[in-house]
């Protein structure tokens, strides 16, 4: 995710993250967006490779979100 997109994204949540500082919310520098959760998997360089093979000459694109969620945790 570019910088001038978190950074974005960032003044846009800090009303929220103000009202509940009890909240683990993470740095901005470690915003991402996740096109797919492989969870759990053996051979994660053998995984990047495939990937990287996949994508090699594939152009660039953009991507529009239609919502945000979150991790919860029970803690």
Known sequence: MPVSERESLYTQI?????KYPSFNWIHPDLYH???QFFGEVEDAKKLSESIKT?????????????GLDMFQTNE
């Open 54 to 66: 996949t994508l090699f000459d594939k152009e660039k694109f953009h991507l529009y979100g239609l």
């Open 33 to 35: 967006t996740t096109l």
């Open 14 to 18: 800090l009303p929220l993250i103000r």
